[in-house]
C-alpha cells in the first residue's frame, strides 16, 4: 500500500473515531440488554404473579325488587399482605368480591374503600393469620414516562382469565373532561378490553405505572390508565380513613389558554377563577370570577392549558378539612 493510501485511511479511521463510528469491542452480554423480547419476558415474569382476576356478585333494585349479577375485571396485589387495587366500576353495588390469584388459589375479598372521583378501589385478599407472603406489583414513576415508550396492560379481557398485551404511551396527560376532576390519563394503544378495567399498565422494568379503565372501541385501539401519582394518592387516603375525603371549597378554575372557550389571559403563571358554586367556602371567601390563583398551600400552581387543571384540583381536594 502507497504511503498516500495509508494516509488516506488513517485519516477516515480518525474522523470515525471522532464521530462516534469506529467499531467498538461489544461486552459479553451486551447484546441479551437490548433484545426487546427478553424485556417483554422480563418485565411480565415481575408482575404477572400479582396479577388477580375479580369476581363479583352485585346487587340492585333498579326495577322496584332485589337483583342480583355477576360482573368480572382485574387487579393487582401491591402488598404481600394481600392488599390489591381494582376499579371503583368493578366492585361498585359488590355484595360477594371473589378473587382467583396466579397460581390457582382463591379468596374472597374485603372492599377496603373506594374512590369514584379516580375509579380506584383498595381490596384486602381473606386470608389466615400467619399466611406466606403474596407477590406483589412495585409502583413505578407514570412522571417519568414519555410518549412512545412501550408499556403492557395486563388483567383478564373478557373473564379469560389472565393475559398480556403491548403497545405504546400514545399520551402521558391525556385530559377528559368529566371523567375524574382529579387525574389526567395516560393514553395507550395496548389493547384493553372489557374485564381489563382494574389491572394493572406495566412498564419495561416491571413497574406498574397505571391502572387500566377505559377504552374505546371505535376508531383503533385506545385505552385509558389512571397514572400511579394518582394512584399513591387514593391509596394513601384509603389507608388512613377508609375513603378519599376530597375537600370542597367550589372553585370553579379555568386555564391560562382557553382554547375550548376562546379565552386567553395575558398571565403566565397561576389559574383563574371561573365563577364559585353558591354558599361554597370559596363564596365565602368572597373570591370573584376573574380572580387569579398563583399559589395553594403555599405551593405555586399554573395551569396554562386544560391539562394543568387536574393537579391543581387534586391539591385544593386534600387541602386538610379541619383547617379554614
Not at 389571559?265 to 377563577?273: I, K
Request: glycine content about 10%; aromatic content about 6%; overall charge negative.
Amino acid at each position: 500500500m502507497s504511503l498516500r493510501s495509508c494516509l488516506l485511511v488513517a485519516v477516515v479511521l480518525l474522523m470515525a473515531a471522532v464521530m462516534g463510528l469506529a467499531p467498538t469491542a461489544r461486552s459479553e452480554g451486551e447484546g441479551d440488554r437490548f433484545d426487546f423480547r427478553e424485556v417483554v419476558k422480563s418485565a411480565t415474569e415481575k408482575v404477572f404473579p400479582s396479577v388477580v382476576f375479580v369476581k363479583c356478585i352485585r346487587e340492585g333494585h333498579e326495577q322496584g325488587k332485589a337483583e342480583t349479577e355477576e360482573v368480572s375485571g382485574s387487579g393487582v396485589l401491591i402488598d404481600s399482605s394481600g392488599e390489591l387495587l381494582t376499579n371503583w366500576h368493578v366492585v361498585e353495588k359488590a355484595v360477594e368480591v371473589r378473587c382467583l390469584l396466579h397460581d390457582g388459589s382463591h379468596f374472597e375479598a374485603e372492599v377496603l374503600g373506594t374512590d369514584k372521583d379516580t375509579d380506584l378501589a383498595l381490596l384486602k385478599l381473606a386470608r389466615e393469620e400467619g399466611s406466606p407472603p403474596l407477590p406483589q406489583a412495585v409502583l413505578g414513576d407514570s412522571d417519568s414516562l414519555n410518549e412512545g415508550d412501550f408499556v403492557m396492560a395486563m388483567g383478564a379481557p373478557w373473564g379469560m382469565a389472565r393475559s398480556v398485551t403491548i403497545g405504546i404511551i400514545s399520551s402521558t396527560r391525556r385530559y377528559l373532561p368529566g371523567n375524574s376532576e382529579y387525574s389526567l390519563w395516560l393514553q395507550t394503544d395496548a389493547s384493553i378490553s372489557p374485564g381489563n378495567s382494574g389491572g394493572p399498565l406495566v412498564n419495561t422494568t416491571g413497574e406498574v405505572v397505571g391502572i387500566n379503565t377505559r377504552a374505546i372501541a371505535w376508531g383503533g385501539d385506545i385505552g385509558f390508565s389512571i397514572p400511579s401519582e394518582t394512584i399513591r394518592v387514593v391509596v394513601d387516603q384509603i389507608r388512613k380513613h377508609g375513603s378519599v375525603q376530597w375537600s370542597w371549597t367550589g372553585l370553579q378554575l379555568q386555564p391560562l389558554k382557553d382554547f375550548d372557550k376562546n379565552i386567553f389571559f395575558e398571565a403566565t403563571e397561576g389559574v383563574m377563577v371561573a365563577g364559585t358554586d353558591p354558599e361554597s367556602p370559596a363564596r365565602r371567601a368572597v373570591i370573584q370570577p376573574q380572580d387569579r390563583i398563583v399559589g395553594v398551600a403555599h405551593l405555586q400552581v399554573t395551569a396554562r392549558t386544560a391539562e394543568g387543571l387536574p393537579a391543581i384540583r387534586r391539591l385544593l381536594g386534600t387541602l386538610p378539612l379541619d383547617k379554614p
